[in-house]
Every structure is written in C-alpha cells, then in structure tokens.
C-alpha cells in the first residue's frame, strides 16, 4: 500500500469527513397530513447585514443601497422549526378549502421592457391564475402578507403548535446557513441555476430581456416563471428555495435599515407597518435581488405574482 504523506492524509480525511456531513439530510416532520414540511433548525449566533463593499460589487443602485447595514450579531435560539420549502399552491388550497378564506382577485406582475421591467397589477390575476401555469407542488403566489397571516394563523389553529411568519433575522440565518457569502452558494452568481430558479437565460430568451450580467444570471434554470418546489439543491440547513422561485413574506414592519433590530432574532413591530419585509428573490428579479442579505419591502395588503409564503413553528 502507497504510503500517503501526512498532511496530505489529514486533508483527505477532512475532506472526506466535509462531504459526508454535506450529504446528510436533516430530519423533518409534518404536524398533519397537509401541513408543510418543516426542518428544525439549530440555534447559533450570525451577523446579520451586509459587509462594506458588496452592495457596490453587486451593482445595487446607489439610491437602494445602506438597507442592510449596519451589520449586527443576532442570536437565534435552537429548537425553531422552518417549513423546507415554500408553501405549495396544494398547501394553500386546503387551507382556503378549510376556512373559506378568499384571497380576491388583483395581483403585481412583472412587465418586460427590454433592457428592464416595471410592475403593473391585473384585475383578474390571483393566486389560481398568476398569469402562467400552476400546479399543486409550486409555490403558492399573489398572496398578501395578510393572506400569509391568516394561513399560519389557520395552521396554528389546526395543529395546537405554534406556527407564524420567521421574523428577518430568522429568515436571513437560515437562509445562509452558516455562511457569511452573498449567497449561500458563494459570492459568485454563476452557479445560481443548481440552486434556485431565478432570472436566467431560460427567461431572458423566452421575454426577450436583456442578457447581460446585472440584468440577467449566465445559466440556464429550465424555467421561466415558477418552478416545483425542492427542484434545486438546498441549503446546508436543508431548505429549498431560500434564494430564488419566490419571495417570501416576514413579519416585520418595514424600516429604513438595520439600526434598532433585536439581537435574539425577534421580529421588529415598529416602524411603517402598512409595508412589510420580504426576502429572497425571485424567478424575476435582476441578480442583485437575489442576495441572502437583501431586504425588500411590499405593501401589507397588496399581492404579487413573486411573491410566497414560508413559515415557522416555535419551540
């Protein structure tokens, strides 16, 4: 047998010992038959925010940048639990089979101008007919953050657990998962397309957008709008979708940056709170979007056709 030097050895090993740990699926359970899928998560301290320079690497417009500072340590306790993917259209329909609950007609989309796109709201789009197909295993969308709301409210009812929206810390630690990178998958974008469904080539050929790096991910996802949930690689946690497919909806009321959010993870309840936060990009969103420190803001009672629901179940 060759002898192996031994630096070389331990390298192996170590390597050995990374992949395997990779590999390992975290457990998860349900509270009922359709509830969703929930991962518990272990506690530990991160920095929230956003180092110095990456705002301007990312090609943040300047008017847009300074939301996510100041950086802060903020400590999540163990015992969370947080649904593995977003809320499916399957999901959500047995709720609104449950309860009644009418969602309404009116919804935010995304009109392609070329080299960008605005938003227009249709009449006639809901969370049924968002504008292109659906089916049960897709995320649900053009859901308000008060339809999001009412539907944790209905699990909590169902189940006698305590289920809610994460708060902005809760998400952004689980979203990176032990890094402190941009994206969970590393600074660079390129490698976006194993990991989530977002404003790739596959949408820029089929909407005629533009192609070029700040407009659009160099990859191909197979997808234009919305993708079954847990299509791509999750997280080190195992959550899927994290960055990419949809938005997602937190508690918190929207403020204008980082100063006065709580270190042990809770949700901030002051501020504007006809607006409430979102994170995580979209199947549509320009790259810059898509950023595990990225904070954007929608309006409480308005709904989008990117824009979903994950939740939380406390300890």
């Known amino acids: 047998m060759p002898k192996v030097p031994f630096l070389a050895a331990i390298f192996v090993i170590v390597l050995f010992v990374h992949d395997a740990a990779a590999q390992v699926t975290p457990p998860t359970f349900r509270d009922c038959s359709d509830c969703p899928e929930m991962v518990s998560l272990p506690g ?8 110095a320079g990456e705002e301007e690497r990312e090609g943040v417009p300047v008017s847009m940048r300074g939301r996510s500072e100041p950086q802060l340590r903020v400590s999540i ?14 999901e959500f329909a047995t709720f609104v089979a449950a309860t009644g609950h009418s969602p309404g007609s009116g919804c935010w989309g995304v009109a392609n101008t070329g080299a960008s796109y605005e938003y227009l709201e249709a009449a006639t789009l809901n969370w049924r007919n968002p504008g292109f197909p659906q089916k049960d295993d897709y995320p ?9 709301l009412a539907y944790t409210r209905w699990l909590s009812q169902t189940t006698g ?29 390129t490698a976006a397309c194993a990991f989530g469904n ?4 596959t949408l820029a050929e089929a909407q005629q957008r533009d192609r070029r790096p700040q407009f659009t991910f160099r990859c191909t996802d197979r997808h234009v709008y919305t993708a079954p949930v847990g299509t791509f690689r999750p997280n080190a946690f195992g959550l899927y ?10 508690e918190d009321c929207v403020n204008p940056d980082l100063h006065g959010q709580p270190a042990d993870g809770r949700p901030r309840l002051t501020g504007d709170c006809d607006n409430r936060s979102m994170r995580g990009g979209s199947w549509s969103h320009l790259p810059w979007y898509v950023r ?3 904070r954007v803001q929608g ?11 994950r939740v939380v179940r406390d300890r």
Request: aromatic share 12%; hydrophobic share 45%.
């Open 77 to 90: 306790a163990p015992g969370l639990a947080m649904s593995r993917n977003a809320v499916t259209v399957g």
């Open 292 to 294: 595990a420190g990225n």
């Open 198 to 201: 977002v404003a790739d080539l």
């Open 44 to 51: 530990g301290t991160f920095t929230m925010g956003v180092p």
């Open 299 to 309: 309006t409480a009672v308005d709904r989008y056709n990117f824009t979903g629901i």
């Open 161 to 189: 657990k305590p289920y809610r929206l994460p708060s902005e810390a809760e998400w952004e630690f689980a979203a990176r998962a032990g890094t402190a990178t941009a994206r969970y998958w590393g600074d660079a974008p």
């Open 241 to 250: 979708d994290m960055l990419g497919n949809v938005w997602q909806w937190v």
């Open 140 to 148: 649900v969308v053009c859901v308000s953050w008060a339809d999001a």
